[in-house]
């Protein structure tokens, strides 16, 4: 089972549009994938037709109580995805756990506590770098970085790179990053001059593909689904099976 | 002196976009402008070319502190524009106010308590509804509410407006709301139907002009200066003008 965090601080640069489609595109490739919503605003839960108001019992519980992952899991209907849901009370996560120990490993705990197999699971977070992105980051073996073709998401990867560096001294725990370019037209210099400075500071570790800007992406959000059961010849379905494909590959190296 | 916040819970919908370039083009239209940065990402500042990690005293100081807002202000070279910064020490506020009486009036008593007198304070908040947001709401008279052309964007209003709408009984405080249209790409029609969307939720209450997609925002911000001082002739600089004079005329019927 891998575990796989979609992670950037940087609001708006492509977490929860990468976590869906990457779910979508892997269980349409015959994976068992389970989707993990780590973010109060719950976007990852409503891209996929389950909405955080609507959820009694889920991520909150998981982080704070003795509630398993399993008692949450939904199944996001239309396609054969389970997603453990997240809702606004999650934001309180950070003072409940304030003065618990080893409250950075409690994802960890409740995702090496399930008895259902998954081939993949994977977590997405918030725009911040709090408890709740240290959880995802100290679950997964794979963090995925998504940027957007600004400055302000290239600078918060410097911080993000050297955080990450400081946990796993901390934890022993390594975690693997690659980077994903997002929201990319590649008609304008200034992109070309981004996506340089990226491959330099991810020493490399960058997908090859791009997720090229297409408006199917945000329509398919409108309608519930991910971009694998929308539209699966556009842009969008496309960039996002090769990012899937590359992901698969890596199982191969690990 | 007229006091506007710029506030959206939702990452990456152009607050900070918004936040420096209308500090720009009011500075250009010869106001006394500052610019507070409430987000402890600091990307205004960074935009501005003030690099948040030299922030030895900044907005957490103003906001936990009896610190005044003018022993903060740095002037922004190469424009006029003042600024009171912000760095990463801003997000531990939540926990510092946590048990403060009257802890969503910080702002707007250091604003009150200034003895300089400026045109226009414009406060950029970060991509959540936490104590910085509130305290942006709480000291503005129009809360600007920037919204990018996808479906979370777009979900989070409903919840921005009532609980402003919560605020607002609670403390006896009217603020004024206006949906501003960010990353506008008029060809497809999905961004014709979020437009509509936004009309309806706002009454009418957005402005006139749309903020389209132009990739001389991005580079200006990677230049530390606002559009205006970077390319006057650009999309970006005459949108973002537009709304500069929209502001204006408020004035006058405010
Ligand atoms: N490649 C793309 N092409 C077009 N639109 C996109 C693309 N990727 C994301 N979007 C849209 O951009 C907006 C921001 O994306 P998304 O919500 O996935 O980012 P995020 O990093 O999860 O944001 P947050 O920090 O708020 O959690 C959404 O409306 C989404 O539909
Ligand atoms: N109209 C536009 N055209 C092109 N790029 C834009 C436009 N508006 C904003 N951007 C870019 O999109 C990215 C997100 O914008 P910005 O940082 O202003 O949003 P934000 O709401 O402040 O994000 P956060 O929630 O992280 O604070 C930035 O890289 C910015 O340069
Ligand atoms: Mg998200
Ligand atoms: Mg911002």
Redesign the pocket.
Known sequence: MRVISVINQ????GKTTTAINLCGCLSQLNRRVLLVDLDPQGHASLGLNLNPEDVRCGMTEVMTQSTGLEEVIRVADGTNLDVAPANITLSTVEQLLADAAGKEGRLLNKIEGMQRNYDYVIIDSP?SLGILTFNALRASDLSIVPI??????LHGVTKLIEIIDLVSRHTGHKVQLRALATMVSLRTRFTREVLEEIRQHFEGNVFRTLIRNNVRLREATSHGVPISHYDRRSAGANDYRAVAEEVLAMEVSA
Chains 1, 2 share one sequence.
Do not use: N, V
């Open positions: 940087k609001g708006g640069c725009p957007d073709m600004g400055f302000f998401s």
